[in-house]
């Protein structure tokens, strides 16, 4: 019984460990560069069209190695839509959020979207984790605000943006929640491509939120560059979803948030040859503990699963 069964739990371990950190990868070196796009001129909305672009080539390739299979049922169809949308629609929400109030508080709310994910996977999913587990998910979620906030600037009162920013991160906790959710009941490759389709329907909503009287950058510096950065983040979307099919949303979750931008600032220090202070310095050394806890806790069945 213990030669068969060992095998299998560190297998599925290695496994959605594996995928998690490959996200984290990937969405780290994508949050270096992400931003230079549109500090040379290519306007952020633009950037989500090529975004949803390149989506196209990794959802062709499983598809293709998958048979080409699509499941087609109403739950199916209803979970995967459901998770496209509140993706690509917390972005647009996004837009709108950035330009009524101030990033360095928005983007610290946001970060806070796995809190949702992990209280839902543990009250509806009935996830465990052990000790280990617990204390890397608290590390990852009092990270998660430090890496984006900037004290300073005038006291900012709570207005629509605040609204704004509160959706998006409901948006974006429910998705990670319901890409865990249809994982049970459909494949992976089928959870991707409605993703993308999602994606794709909402350019129309870019396109008509670009403002095109401005000068727009078409150069190499603008919407290629813009597709080199953003297929990282459509790759990372794909093993985030094989992370989760092979791994507990409530160790998934606050390891890829907590990881991704950890590894962004530490790119960001090493391009500008800086060190951080103050907020950041506490937020890399709290995701670096969370990560060694989330990585080294046993999956093993605990009580009360």
């Known amino acids: ?21 490959t996200t984290t990868l990937l969405w780290g070196v994508w949050g270096a560069f992400a931003g230079l796009p549109s500090q040379h001129g290519f306007p952020e909305t633009l950037i989500y069209v090529v975004w949803a672009l390149t989506m196209l080539p990794p959802a062709l390739f499983v598809l293709a190695r998958n048979g080409w299979r699509v499941r087609r049922d109403g739950r199916s ?5 459901a998770i496209g949308v509140l993706g690509a629609g917390g972005q647009m929400v996004l837009f709108y959020a ?16 796995p809190v949702l ?19 890397g998910i608290v590390l990852a979620i009092c990270a998660l605000p430090l890496f984006d906030y900037t004290p300073g600037g005038a006291p900012q009162q709570y207005g629509v ?22 994982n049970a009941s459909m494949d992976a490759e089928s959870i991707f491509f409605y993703m993308t389709l999602s994606a794709l329907l909402f350019i129309p909503v870019a396109l008509a939120m ?12 603008g919407p290629l560059l813009a597709a080199a950065t953003q297929i990282l983040n459509a790759v990372g979307a794909l093993t985030l979803v094989y992370a989760f099919r092979h791994g507990k949303a409530l160790m998934v979750s606050p390891l890829v948030n907590a990881g991704a931008p950890l590894l962004t600032t530490m790119i960001a220090m090493a391009l500008a040859a800086s060190v951080p202070t103050g907020y950041r310095l506490a937020g890399i050394g709290l995701s670096l503990a969370a990560a060694l806890f989330l990585a080294l806790q046993p999956d093993e069945p605990t009580q009360g699963n």
Do not use: C, H
Not at 98 to 113: E, H, T
Not at 161 to 182: C, E, P, R, S
């Open 1 to 21: 019984m213990t030669t068969t069964t060992l095998p299998t739990i560190s297998t599925r371990r290695a496994g959605w460990l594996v995928y998690a950190l």
């Open 77 to 81: 169809i209803a979970y995967g839509l």
């Open 98 to 113: 950035v330009k009524a109030g101030p990033a360095y508080l928005i983007f610290p709310l946001i970060s806070l979207s």
């Open 117 to 135: 994910t992990i209280a839902l996977s543990f009250l509806f999913l009935r996830e465990r984790t052990g000790v280990m587990g617990m204390a």
């Open 161 to 182: 943006w605040f609204v704004l920013a509160l959706g998006v991160l409901v948006a974006w906790g429910l998705q990670a929640y319901f890409i865990k959710l249809a």
């Open 210 to 221: 670009t403002d095109f009287s401005q000068p727009i950058n078409y150069g190499p510096s």
